[in-house]
């Protein structure tokens, strides 16, 4: 048995994502900024991709913009946002994933904005009174916070943020990147300017992703070089890339009730087993708790041995794929900059687990059921 248990890294590209998406690598070759009958039929096939995730997020074609993932439409949203509309003041937290807290540390870095960190207990919880008092002293800001922690799983209530924002007339940008195809995101309901996605996050291929951004937020484009995507990203479109991602999103609103379902009962079990089998085992985050974190991701803190150092290794020998990091730095791994800023023991093993449709219990009690006997051999 060969067990994936990496999905917030990637997922397999659904079988109907492919067939969906075939055509336009073999056939439909047309460049969509052609006018002939070769480029008119992919600028078609383009414009139904972008009414179909419009539709999904309940919103016009006209705010939704392909890029190349979600780390180039997190880059896009906040470093154009500053530069087009001169806000000068930023606020993130130190959970983010780095494509935007590397992004807001550059702006910092070279003066372009005074950034603020928002407050937050140790399971990674944010403080929204620190987020008020912030933009009542700076109300014309940028607020970018993500809607689940990629690697700890917790949620954030990106509603009530947005609504917030929208009280001290503050720009909001969420990194929804971890949650997109996994919630329903209705953006007339959360109020934020930015909403990012990628495509390989839920069953959809590599390298595209999309920027939903509001109309009534006018930015340059990042990418200079050509008139693609309405004036906003230089660069002939990936087509195919589009087609799967649209596909892919809507396979994942089609079948959604159903996954969570699937995928939360994946995530009790493995939480069951791991606590039947294990003395000295605990949970990062929020990840544990149903209503408080994503459903696709656990992340598992365990006792402190050495077999920490190697526990990737020794998991991938296993034939489990996993992902996740200590709380420490080494030469060799840097580390997880989330788990330092809950200050987690440094001394204990730290691994994310994180969940499909297609994984299954068989799965979930073989990993269980392995990585119990590593510690119990190691700590005997």
């Not at 002939?36 to 539709?55: C, D, L, M, N, P």
């Not at 809507?250 to 294990?278: C, P, S, T, V």
């Not at 526990?311 to 996740?324: H, N, Q, R």
């Amino acid at each position: 048995m060969r067990v994936y248990l990496d999905n917030a890294a990637t997922t397999p590209l659904d079988k109907e994502v492919f067939d969906a998406m075939a055509p336009f690598m073999l056939e439909h070759f047309g460049n969509p900024s052609s006018i002939h009958s070769h480029g008119r039929e992919v600028r078609s096939a383009i414009e139904k991709a972008r009414r179909t995730v419009a539709t999904l997020l309940n919103t016009s074609p006209a705010e939704v913009f392909f890029t190349s993932g979600g780390t180039e439409a997190d880059n896009a949203a906040i470093v154009c946002t500053c530069r087009s509309l001169g806000i000068k003041h930023a606020i993130t937290t130190k959970l983010e994933h780095h494509a935007v807290l590397h992004t807001m540390e550059m702006l910092e870095k070279q003066g372009d904005v005074q950034l603020s960190y928002l407050r937050h207990d140790e399971r990674g919880n944010l403080d929204l009174e620190h987020l008020e008092e912030l933009l009542a002293n700076q109300p014309r800001t940028i607020v970018s916070i993500m809607h689940a922690n990629n690697e700890i799983g917790t949620l954030n209530d990106i509603e009530k943020i947005g609504e917030i924002c929208r009280k001290y007339d503050a720009i909001f940008h969420s990194d929804t990147v971890q949650t997109m195809g996994h919630y329903k995101h209705d953006v007339q309901q959360i109020g934020a300017n930015f909403l990012v996605g990628s495509a390989h996050k839920f069953h959809g291929p590599k390298g595209v992703g999309f920027l939903y951004c509001d109309a009534a937020t006018k930015i340059q484009p990042l990418i200079q070089g050509g008139a693609q995507e309405r004036n906003m990203r230089g660069g002939t479109e990936n087509v195919y890339g589009i087609i799967g991602l649209a596909k892919a999103l809507e396979i994942a609103y089609r079948d959604m009730a159903e996954h969570q379902k699937h995928m939360q009962g994946l995530k009790d079990r493995m939480i069951y087993k791991l606590r039947e089998q294990m003395e000295d085992v605990s949970f990062n985050g929020m990840s544990e708790f149903a209503d408080k974190s994503l459903y696709t991701v656990l992340n598992v803190s365990l006792p402190a041995s050495d077999i920490n150092e190697m526990l990737l290794f020794s998991l991938d020998i296993a034939k489990i794929s996993a992902s996740g990091g200590s709380a420490c730095s080494s030469g060799a791994n840097a580390g997880s900059h989330v788990l330092r800023a809950l200050g987690v023991d440094p001394s204990r093993g730290s691994v994310r687990f994180s969940f499909s449709k297609y994984n299954t219990e068989a799965e979930i009690d073989y990993v269980a059921e392995t990585l119990a006997k590593m510690y119990k051999k190691e700590l005997a």
